[in-house]
Every structure is written in C-alpha cells, then in structure tokens.
C-alpha cells in the first residue's frame, strides 16, 4: 500500500516559521510530479505549491508567493515546504498530493494527484 504521510504542522505565532515534510512510504511507486494543498475551516481545499519532476517547475499561489519554499528529492519521493513570515489567514490543515503521471499537465488542479497524504495542522496565532 502506498502512503503519503506529512509532518512538521504545529502551532506559531504570526511572522513565525515551520517546514513540513512528506514522505512517502510502501511500494515504490515513482512520480511526476508532488504538491501542498490546505484546507482551512469552512473553505474548499485550495492548492499552495508543486514542484514538477519532469522539467523542474516550481509553483506558487499567489498568496504564498515570497514566504513559502517548495523543495524535495524525487528519488526518495519526498517533498517539504519551507513556511516564512506566516499569518493568520495561512492557518489550515495542509496536505501533501502525488501524481503518478505520466503526465503532469495542471499540477495546480487536485484532479492532476492521485495520492494524498492525511494532512497536518498549521495553526498561526495573531
């Protein structure tokens, strides 16, 4: 069974800090590309970062832009998200997502992912 399991969510201060981490584990399964989406309370899961295996792409959502940094090693099908000067409004449960391929057309879309990983919780405090 393949799984994605995240870690590193907590709680912070505003203009705060965390890394979170994904890691797969399992069968080895290989992958074109991964991502971070968060859902917050009482709102729809929203995308945040994917980091494309194929060419290297990196994306961002507007938002996030300038305070968060996608990275990870596509050997190990891992991938973390470095999260600087955090507000309130970043607060959510943040999943980790990976698409199998072979294509990775709209890594921004939760459509292009097949596996998710349980999420962790981000809380930042005013």
């Known amino acids: 069974q393949v799984q994605l399991v995240e870690s590193g969510g907590g709680l912070v201060q505003a203009g705060g800090s965390l890394r979170l981490s994904c890691a797969a584990s399992?069968?080895?399964?290989?992958?074109?590309?991964m991502g971070w989406f968060r859902q917050a309370p009482g709102k729809e899961r929203e995308f945040v970062a994917a980091?494309?295996?194929?060419?290297?792409?990196?994306y961002y959502t507007d938002s996030v832009k300038g305070r968060f940094t996608i990275s990870g090693d596509n050997a190990k099908n891992t991938v973390y998200l470095q999260m600087n000067s955090l507000k309130p409004e970043d607060t959510a449960i943040y999943f980790c997502?990976?698409?199998?391929?072979?294509?990775?057309?709209?890594?921004?879309?939760?459509?292009?992912?097949?596996?998710w990983g349980q999420g962790t919780q981000v809380t930042v405090s005013s």
């Open positions: 980091i494309s295996w194929i060419d290297g792409r990196i």
């Open positions: 399992g069968r080895t399964f290989s992958t074109t590309a």
């Open positions: 997502a990976a698409d199998r391929g072979p294509y990775s057309i709209y890594p921004r879309e939760e459509v292009e992912y097949d596996i």
